[in-house]
């Protein structure tokens, strides 16, 4: 039982990790936008800003799903 509630608290983190790092990557992105960075090269950060904001809303919505 024990280990079980380990996982959901992890669960839960996880989720809210990905979304830190897909707002970092989004600060980012905004920064480059403002020094003039090659826009190719802003769009693979928002997408990968995208990917972790959908990797963290899947967990979060596992770790609801399981409660």
């Known amino acids: 039982m024990k280990r079980l509630l380990r996982h959901e608290r992890s669960s839960r983190f996880y989720a809210w990790w990905y979304f830190t790092i897909a707002a970092g990557f989004v ?22 800003a995208a990917g972790f904001a959908a990797l963290g809303y899947l967990e979060l919505r596992s770790h609801l799903k399981r409660k």
């Open 27 to 48: 600060l980012l992105a905004v920064a480059k936008m403002v020094t003039g960075e090659k826009p190719w090269l802003i769009g693979i950060r928002l997408v990968i």
